[in-house]
């Protein structure tokens, strides 16, 4: 979209960017409520912003359904 982390920081009422620093690095995981509002930013939907992450625990519930 072409936002730096101040532009994404000043739409989420952030004084600083510390946060999205985080976020893009790995080293934290945004709120459930900054998630969504990153999704509305960055016109996606929530587990397209964490793919992986999201890939993962599809992977592992299907497992567990399947073996009941």
């Given at each position: 979209?072409?936002?730096?982390?101040?532009?994404?920081?000043?739409?989420?009422?952030?004084?600083?960017?510390?946060?999205?620093?985080?976020?893009?690095?790995?080293?934290?995981?945004?709120?459930?409520?900054?998630?969504?509002?990153?999704s509305v930013i960055y016109?996606?939907?929530?587990?397209?912003?964490?793919?992986?992450?999201?890939?993962?625990?599809?992977?592992?519930?299907?497992?567990?359904?399947?073996?009941?």
């Amino acid at each position: 979209m072409g936002y730096s982390q101040k532009d994404v920081a000043d739409m989420l009422g952030f004084t600083g960017t510390s946060k999205i620093s985080r976020w893009e690095k790995g080293e934290r995981m945004p709120s459930v409520k900054n998630l969504l509002k990153l999704s509305v930013i960055y016109a996606t939907l929530p587990n397209d912003l964490y793919y992986d992450l999201w890939q993962d625990v599809k992977k592992n519930i299907r497992k567990k359904e399947s073996s009941k």
